[in-house]
């Protein structure tokens, strides 16, 4: 039988298995590093369906690692799971997980006989700290052929492209006193804080429109009568590439440091968690994902036609830096919702989502046989032939 045939009757034989996972983990939403219940449910079905599981792994406890095939390329799966805080599933990791877990399903009985490994690597904390980059310095992805995953989103989009992003938490030291009787002994660290604010809004008139630099005040005071002694800020900075990322964040910086100057205060500038590098798509299997994802019926936009400027960030960009890699988003019919919206959670158990899930799962797996069966393993990395 036609080895796409097979990949999508094993797919199917456990589709109504993958939209219950789906819609559990849509349930029961855990934030980054905390999806132990949302790695436990992944490993019982991977464990079931023949995988070889090691769980946790890498180092990571909420982390797992699902093997099949004995010998030749390997191709990791990234299944992500965790939510973001207040708005459950709204970046649809649910279906994300669901999709990784059908395709390795529907690749894992071929893997032999075409002469590939598959894993299905569950990748912790996408959304904050890095989670695939805690797992790149384990080792996890050396020797790896290719990577792949699929990611929920209003519009079908092959190729995205995301900015490289660096996080900052930034503290401004003053000293309290009365706000009446002696506020001239006091200095104002909120006055720092709103200086910054307004002199990186000041900033944005040169930044180009791949520069994005949005942040909240964190910690803003105590108490209308006393001068705060301390604030605190968290910020994300990104660009397109991570040569203008450290040129924006110099700009940035200075920002909170002239505040500091303005105001007497001292400021402390610290990364949060890892830096995200821009995404390098792997031009073959953008070609071989976009024609599978035709013939399913699903035709795929490109990054080409879209606004640059109307990108996210992934960790999967840093894997994409040292494996051939492709992360293609998948309309589930959600506008005017979009990700990291409560409206848009809702979508992803929908028939729309769902359908995201069935076409993610056989357009990941369809472009490793297409891969398998052409040999076109020593193209991977390079420029489209
Ligand atoms: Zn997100
Ligand atoms: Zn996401």
Redesign the pocket.
């Known amino acids: 039988m036609d080895p796409k045939h097979v990949v999508r009757d094993r797919f199917s034989a456990v589709e109504s298995d993958l939209k219950g996972i789906s819609r559990w983990l849509y349930d029961n939403p855990e934030p980054a590093y905390q999806e132990h219940a949302s790695s436990a449910r992944l490993v019982e079905f991977l464990r079931s369906a023949g995988f070889a599981v090691e769980y946790p792994a890498w180092g990571l406890e909420t982390a797992f690692d699902a093997r099949a095939g004995s010998s030749g390329p390997e191709v990791v799966i990234c299944a992500e799971y965790d939510a973001?805080p207040e708005v459950g599933h709204?970046?649809g990791?649910n279906v994300i997980a669901a999709a990784a877990c059908g395709a390795g399903v529907g690749l894992a009985g071929l893997a032999d006989d075409l002469g590939f490994r598959i894993r299905v690597l569950g990748t912790p904390a996408?959304?904050s700290y890095g989670g695939k980059i805690d797992l790149i310095e384990a080792g996890a992805f050396e020797g790896a052929a290719a990577a792949m995953m699929v990611h929920p989103s209003p519009e079908d989009v092959v190729d995205p492209s995301f900015l490289a992003v660096a996080h900052i938490d930034i503290d401004f030291h003053g000293k309290e006193s009365h706000a009446s009787f002696r506020p001239q002994l006091g200095v104002n660290a909120l006055d720092a804080a709103v200086q910054a604010y307004v002199s990186i809004s000041t900033l944005r008139q040169s930044l180009y429109n791949t520069d994005k630099v949005h942040g909240v005040i964190t910690h803003g005071g105590g108490a209308p009568n006393v001068i705060p002694p301390h604030t605190s800020m968290a910020f994300y900075v990104r660009a397109a590439t991570m040569d203008r990322l450290s040129e924006l964040k110099q700009r940035v910086e200075a920002c909170f440091e002239a505040a500091a100057l303005a105001t007497g205060c001292s400021v402390e500038i610290k990364p949060r968690g890892h830096t995200y590098t821009e995404m390098h798509n792997d031009p073959l299997m953008v070609e071989m994902y976009a024609a599978n994802s035709e013939l399913l019926g699903r035709p795929m936009g490109r990054a080409l036609h879209h606004d640059p400027g109307a990108a996210?960030s992934t960790d999967m960009a840093n894997v994409s830096r040292i494996v051939p890699t492709i992360h293609p988003m998948l309309g589930i019919n959600s506008y005017p919702a979009v990700?990291?919206q409560r409206e848009f959670a809702a979508h992803t158990v929908t028939p729309d989502g769902e359908q995201a899930l069935r076409d993610g799962a056989l357009g990941m797996a369809w472009t490793v046989v297409d891969i398998a069966t052409t040999g076109r393993w020593n193209d991977l990395g390079g420029a489209l032939a």
């Open positions: 973001l709204a970046c990791h996408e959304e996210g990700n990291h």
